[in-house]
């Protein structure tokens, strides 16, 4: 049986790493002030876009982050394909 992945034309690969606010000496956690000032600022996230082979980076806005919306679309840069990722 061939274990490699099998990507199929259109796929899309998001290879981003999570936030993480740094942390300071000691390890405490980040004051709830950073926390929202991340939140209200939104993130980005590198995206490769397998329709034209394209990377770009995508920012994700604060109501996906926030977990008020069921899906986040936008476009290839390259050709206008839509994506959809449901959450």
């Not at 899906?71 to 959450?87: A, D, M, N």
């Amino acid at each position: 049986m061939d274990n490699k992945p099998h990507h199929i034309p259109g796929d899309l690969d998001l290879t981003s790493e999570p936030y993480r606010e740094p942390q300071p000496p000691g390890g405490n956690q980040p004051s709830p002030a950073a926390r929202a000032r991340h939140a209200s600022s939104g993130g980005r996230a590198s995206v490769l876009f397998s329709c034209c082979r394209v990377y770009a980076y995508v920012k994700i806005p604060p109501n996906v982050l926030s977990g008020q919306l069921s899906s986040w679309r936008f476009h290839c840069p390259r050709c206008g394909k839509l994506v959809e990722i449901p959450l």
